[in-house]
């Protein structure tokens, strides 16, 4: 009996080794799940935030380039009091770009390159009776479609308000608030929400009839779902202008950024380098060829190197 009572205790007691090796698999296999999934959310919201807000025609940033006047002198002026029209209070614009991505999933070293689509539809109201200030609210739906990399496809929501106006003649300041949200494709699923309230301070120099040299600070703080990516965001930016001639404008782009963590130990500084080449075909239709390199080093394992490149075009129809 003892024995007996012994080898069913024995037997009782086999499984367990098992139950604690699935159990080990399965946390393991979630724990890959969810690095995979940090690190597309990482490359997805990083390909959100690195899409420059373009100069296009009609925008508040075209109506401070230094456009040359035409040979004519009469047609000149006409063409320059043109382009300073008051700025109407809603507009409905478009754009389009299809690029090359060397690094589309941000990793270090040999990286998957790959073509990105990125189609995007804004909505604005810039009132023009505020007095002293800029006023601007926007909404913006944007998709983003890989070629191979479709995993990776989402699309984002945003909603914006931001407030400028000039100290006297020596810079210009502005804040802001954004709301953004990354779904992925084709669940719809909601991965990535972001709350951004920015500051900025800029100047633009204007050097003769064709250049014109912005430059300043921005600050940002994100407030983030996932919390891990909450952060303080630190930008320096400089730039040149060239009107090369009255309707083509080639602007060369550099800003460094410093980036401090909030609940995790991190720490991000990057370099961005770009150049564009905007051609303005009427007051409502531009279309532009760009590149830029990005370099970013951190203090935990995300550091790569990416380079975009491509075309793109936009329209606009302001009332």
Not at 178 to 198: I, K, M, N, Q, W
Request: charged share 20%; aromatic share 14%; proline share 4%.
């Amino acid at each position: 009996m003892t024995t007996s009572s012994s080898g069913q205790h024995k037997a009782a007691k086999s499984p367990r080794p098992a139950r604690r090796l699935a159990a080990g698999l399965c946390a393991a296999v979630a724990f890959l799940l969810l690095a995979t999934s940090a690190e597309a959310q990482e490359a997805q919201r990083r390909q959100y935030e690195s899409m420059p807000t373009m100069p296009g025609p009609g925008t508040p940033s075209a109506s401070q380039i230094a456009f040359p006047e035409a040979e004519d002198e009469e047609i000149g002026k006409q063409f320059l009091l043109k382009r300073r029209v008051a700025i109407p209070q809603f507009s409905i614009s478009g754009d389009a770009q299809y690029f090359y991505n060397s690094n589309p999933r941000l990793l270090e070293g040999n990286a998957n390159d790959d073509f990105l689509f990125v189609g995007s539809t804004t909505l604005a109201w810039n009132p023009t009776w505020i007095k002293g200030a800029t006023v601007s609210a926007f909404g913006r739906q944007q998709f983003f479609r890989y070629n191979n990399s479709s995993d990776m496809d989402f699309n984002s929501t945003a909603f914006g308000l931001s407030v400028g106006t000039s100290v006297k003649d020596w810079f210009n300041v502005s804040y802001g608030y954004t709301a953004t949200r990354l779904e992925s494709r084709p669940t719809g699923d909601s991965f990535y929400d972001e709350g951004d309230v920015s500051v900025s301070f800029s100047r633009n120099e204007k050097l003769g009839q064709r250049f014109s040299l912005p430059y300043g600070y921005t600050m940002d703080y994100f407030h983030t779902s996932p919390g891990s990516f909450n952060r303080v965001t630190h930008g320096i930016f400089a730039g040149l202008n060239c009107a090369i001639t009255p309707k083509l404008l080639g602007q060369f782009f550099y800003r460094f950024q410093y980036e401090d963590y909030n609940n995790i130990a991190r720490e991000d500084r990057s370099h961005i380098l770009s150049i564009t080449l905007s051609y303005f075909i009427t007051d409502w239709a531009s279309v532009r060829a760009f590149a830029s390199w990005t370099t970013n080093k951190s203090t935990i394992d995300r550091n790569y190197d990416a380079l975009n490149s491509g075309v793109g075009a936009s329209v606009v129809w302001k009332f």
